[in-house]
């Protein structure tokens, strides 16, 4: 059973420093690789950064240069670095993993963190 679980939200002013994490088990890290989410209310799920499975780190313009994805891959987990939170930042983050099923990939996802920034 695949189950991703998110943790580290919260709330912080604008200009502030979170840390997501997500523990993945029953599924290790492959070629569909990992992503973070958010989706704010009444607006669209927005890729915040897609990690292909060689390591490569794809980010959303919105958090080019103040976020930092990366992988533990011994602890199956990934993590979110937030840095100078500004306030059109808060959302709920998700991460998400896929699993490939023949040429496709099947993905699973978190239940979610809220992440508030005051002014």
């Known amino acids: 059973q695949v189950r991703l679980v998110e943790s580290g939200g919260g709330s912080v002013q604008a200009g502030g420093s979170l840390k997501l994490s997500c523990a993945v088990s029953?599924?290790?890290?492959?070629?569909?690789?990992m992503e973070w989410f958010r989706q704010a209310p009444g607006k669209e799920r927005e890729s915040v950064a897609f990690?292909?499975?060689?390591?490569?780190?794809t980010y959303g313009d919105s958090v080019k240069g103040r976020f930092t994805a990366s992988v533990d891959r011994a602890k199956n987990s990934l993590y979110l670095q937030m840095n100078d939170l500004k306030i059109e930042d808060p959302a709920v983050y998700y991460c998400?993993?896929?699993?490939?099923?023949?040429?496709?990939?099947?993905?699973?996802w978190g239940q979610g963190t809220q992440v508030t920034v005051s002014s």
């Open positions: 029953g599924l290790r890290f492959n070629s569909c690789g």
């Open positions: 998400a993993a896929g699993l490939p099923k023949g040429r496709v990939c099947e993905t699973y």
């Open positions: 990690i292909e499975n060689q390591g490569v780190i």
